[in-house]
């Protein structure tokens, strides 16, 4: 099974900066990508930036400058470095981890989410 948890959130000042991090840790995994998603108070869930297992990122236009997705393959972890932080950016930040279980003779695939960890934006 895997787990995933989600650290580094806080209260920051606008302007101000953040790392956020997702460890995923188990056994019997193989990870294909590892992505950030965020859900503001009454808004849809919305993709930040994802990161493959080729090292390719992908992030939505709203986020390309400000935002960094970097990857230590090693320790199954993922960052999202949060930089020059508007009031707007205050959201719960998920992690998302897909991959396969290499544990099953089948290999089946597998998507799974974090708790989640705070960001709140002050003016």
């Known amino acids: 099974q895997v787990q995933i948890v989600e650290s580094g959130g806080g209260v920051v000042q606008s302007g101000g900066s953040l790392r956020l991090s997702c460890v995923a840790s188990?056994?019997?995994?193989?990870?294909?990508?590892m992505g950030w998603y965020r859900q503001a108070p009454g808004k849809q869930q919305e993709l930040v930036g994802v990161i493959t297992d080729a090292d390719r990122t992908n992030y939505k236009d709203a986020m390309k400058g400000r935002f960094t997705i970097s990857r230590d393959n090693a320790k199954n972890t993922v960052y999202l470095h949060l930089n020059s932080l508007k009031p707007e950016d205050t959201a719960a930040y998920f992690c998302?981890?897909?991959?396969?279980?290499?544990?099953?003779?089948?290999?089946?695939?597998?998507?799974?989410w974090g708790q989640g960890t705070q960001v709140t934006v002050s003016s």
């Open positions: 188990g056994s019997g995994f193989s990870i294909k990508s």
């Open positions: 998302n981890v897909v991959g396969t279980m290499t544990s099953d003779l089948s290999r089946p695939g597998f998507s799974s």
